[in-house]
């Protein structure tokens, strides 16, 4: 490997914690990987990772030169774009992650534009409604639909997707159609739990003061993906309470049906985390800055607590 390749996967093997996966993401055996890291403890005179049988583990001076190495591979990247004034002059591989109905009905019929503006760019697009590990599976950025928990990512706020509630004309003609809360006693809600045998939610909505409130209900089915939710509500197994933006054109057609519009759900903040960097790559900037665009008009625009405790694009989560 040559300097670079082996700084490369240096990172990577600090970040996996493994020179298998690391390997495996890097596409080359794991030999010269774990060659390429004793030539380069040699060359530093110092040892950097602690090897076990379970676990590879940065030293001290392996944290440090971990931290270093970051900077400089995002120094390297500026540089060798530093002259790149054309955006189709973009290069390299590009890794996301994204829920699957946010790809689906908002990202992926997009995509093709973004792609004519940077033919040189290698999109891995991972579409999966599991809270990926950002570092460890080597994303560059992911979005995120929902509340952010504690981590060390950067987090830039897009907005907040409004929720509705809805059924199939079908389960409303058998169950009736619920004009108050009370009413929900009744009715069956799809439970969405991830992971599945998580401890089931119920009915939300927020009052007049925007205080939100949960009011359990029985449902027969629970379900983890945002497709299965979906399909269910269209099979006319229970109410549903999901974001417009990925329900509008089931609404369009009269495929499902709006109900109890004054009990809503709370808005589902989005964001998109990366991770905490000097320097950003620009090929990273440009699919963010373009995301977030693409977004605009399914988003109202974020929270002042969100704001506020983000410092717009610019803070750690949460």
Known sequence: MNPIETLHAFVRVAELHSFTQAAEQLGCPKASVS???????????????LRTTRRVQL???GALFYERSKDVLADLDELQGLFRQQPEQLSGRLRVDM??????????PRLPEFMRQHPLLKLELSCTDRRVDL?????????RVGRLEESGLVARPLGQLAQVNCASPAYLQ????????????GHQLVHYQSPLGARGGGWEWCDERGQCHT????????????????????????????????LRPWMDSGQLVEVLPRYRAPPLPVSLLYPHRRQLARRVQVFMDWLAGVLIPYVDGPSDSARSASQSSNSMVP
């Open 59 to 61: 030293t001290p001076d």
């Open 99 to 108: 829920p699957v109905s946010t790809a689906r009905n908002l990202v992926l």
């Open 174 to 185: 058998a169950q009736g159609h619920p004009q108050t809360l009370a009413d929900l006693a």
């Open 135 to 143: 570092v460890r599976e080597g994303f560059d950025c992911v979005l």
């Open 215 to 246: 009011l359990p209900m029985q449902g027969a089915l629970s379900v983890n993906s945002t497709e299965a939710y979906q399909a269910a509500c269209l099979a006319g197994l229970g109410l549903i309470q999901a974001p417009l933006a990925g």
């Open 35 to 49: 060659l390429a890291i004793q030539q380069l403890e040699g060359q530093v005179g110092t040892r950097l990772l």
